[in-house]
């Protein structure tokens, strides 16, 4: 058995590495969004109001399910919520 050393855990799990990239955004989104969302005391019905998603979607969120959101989603959510988007590129290691 050999060991592989990775950067994220997202490099560990997924099959490649845009899959990783993929999900690596989405989950520093989601995790932006619920900081916000706790910081504001927002109730999951504030919350899914104010960012134009259903009480449910926002419980997805807040119990980080990954797998259900896109980036336009979390995008347009976090602009919603007053949040800045910005997105670095840097080539790869």
Known sequence: ???????????AIEDTP???ENMKLRSALMMSLEQHIRAEGWTQAE??????????????LLRGKVGLFGLDTLVNMAVAAGLHVELRIEKAA
Do not use: C
């Open 47 to 60: 919350a899914g109001q104010r960012l134009g998603v259903t009480q449910p979607r926002i419980s997805d």
């Open 1 to 11: 058995m050999t060991k592989e050393s990775f950067t994220s855990v997202w490099d």
């Open 18 to 20: 845009v899959e990783a």
